[in-house]
T-cell receptor, first 117, second 114 residues
Framework: GAVVSQHPSWVICKSGTSVKIECRSL??????MFWYRQFPKQSLMLMAT?????????EQGVEKDKFLINHASLTLSTLTVTSAHPEDSSFYIC?????????????FGPGTRLTVL | AQSVTQLDSQVPVFEEAPVELRCNYS??????LFWYVQYPNQGLQLLLK??????LVKGINGFEAEFNKSQTSFHLRKPSVHISDTAEYFC????????????FGQGTILTVHP
């Protein structure tokens, strides 16, 4: 149990286009999902926290108008990179939070490799 | 706010040797601590976590870690590594008042040589 999927696993796009990445919790409901970005040879940096049915909370320095997050259901959150540029090329990883009693845990998706030409 | 420091960016080791990956954290509140493993071009897999109770935590794949509050450390250990343990390892912390917002260390690349 506790499987999180991401689609697509990799995408190449032209500069100026928009790209949508989906994150799904396959066998549990996640009221909270998180989006991280990982540049080559660096750690994961939290971009935003997504709560089902409400606006996402963005970390300092992350442009909310550029990285649109929608959490329309308890099993799906989407990240749209609008007007992508080469500097947006990165590995994007989502995670879904699951609460079991007093135990809170995040389960990570396999990541999406975005390359902007 | 919390921060995590992984003291070694790369750790080379021979197969069947013991290994320790070091992690120190800072926080003004109580914390939950995690170790994750990441294989190339993949997401993160949880190795183990410390929430409360016994300070020695055992995880998957033979890994264990010890929470040391006085030294603010959470070092990861394995008594005998395998080639398949070659990966990048991340230490992470969640502050007691900030559920879910994981702060990651810089990562340690473990390379196991035959």
């Amino acid at each position: 149990g506790a499987v999180v999927s991401q689609h697509p696993s990799w995408v190449i796009c032209k500069s100026g286009t928009s790209v949508k990445i989906e994150c799904r919790s396959l066998d549990f409901q996640a009221t909270t999902m998180f989006w991280y970005r990982q540049f080559p040879k660096q750690s994961l940096m939290l971009m935003a926290t997504s709560n089902e049915g409400s606006k996402a909370t963005y970390e300092q320095g992350v442009e909310k108008d550029k990285f649109l997050i929608n959490h329309a259901s308890l099993t799906l959150s989407t990240l749209t990179v609008t007007s992508a540029h080469p500097e947006d090329s990165s590995f994007y990883i989502c995670s879904a939070g699951r609460t079991s009693g007093s135990n809170n845990e995040q389960f990570f998706g396999p990541g999406t490799r975005l390359t902007v030409l | 706010a919390q921060s995590v420091t992984q003291l070694d960016s790369q750790v080379p080791v021979f197969e069947e040797a013991p290994v320790e990956l070091r992690c120190n954290y800072s926080s003004s509140v109580s914390v939950y601590l995690f170790w994750y493993v990441q294989y190339p071009n993949q997401g993160l897999q949880l190795l183990l976590k410390y929430l409360s109770g016994s300070t020695l935590v055992k995880g998957i794949n033979g890994f264990e870690a010890e929470f040391n509050k006085s030294q603010t450390s959470f070092h990861l250990r394995k008594p005998s590594v395998h080639i398949s343990d070659t990966a990048e390892y991340f230490c992470a912390v969640v502050g007691g008042t900030s559920y879910g917002k994981l702060t990651f260390g810089q990562g340690t690349i473990l390379t196991v040589h035959p």
